[in-house]
């Protein structure tokens, strides 16, 4: 089971972290990666972190978005700096590529 949070109502600059917990998946192992839907869009992958820490992130949110791990808790991290309007989405996790029962996700609405 996958459970993003942290989402939430954020202003145009602001930030936000969002944590995605896994239970019954081994996550170390995984390619991990965050992934976001917006209204009538297809999902995309923003950012992922391969099993031995190499990062990588999507043109739209380089710069701006950091993803990190922590194997001890099996939890995924996604920092979210900068944030702009066009970031506001429903944001899941996944092995990358997308292997594992998706979550609920976190709505993260960028908005003044």
């Known amino acids: 089971q996958l459970v993003e949070s942290g989402g939430g109502l954020v202003q145009p600059g602001g930030s936000l972290r969002l944590s995605c917990a896994a239970s019954?998946?081994?996550?170390?192992?995984?390619?991990v990666g965050w992934y976001r839907q917006a209204p009538g869009k297809q999902r995309e992958l923003v950012a992922g972190?391969?099993?031995?820490?190499?990062?990588n992130y999507a043109d739209s949110v380089k710069g701006r978005f950091t993803i990190s791990r922590d194997k001890a808790k099996n939890t995924v991290y996604l920092q979210m700096n900068s944030l702009k309007p066009e970031d506001t989405a429903a944001y899941y996790c996944n092995s990358v590529p997308s292997l594992l029962s998706w979550g609920k996700g976190t709505l993260v609405t960028v908005s003044s």
């Open positions: 972190i391969t099993s031995g820490g190499s990062t």
């Open positions: 019954g998946y081994i996550f170390s192992i995984y390619d």
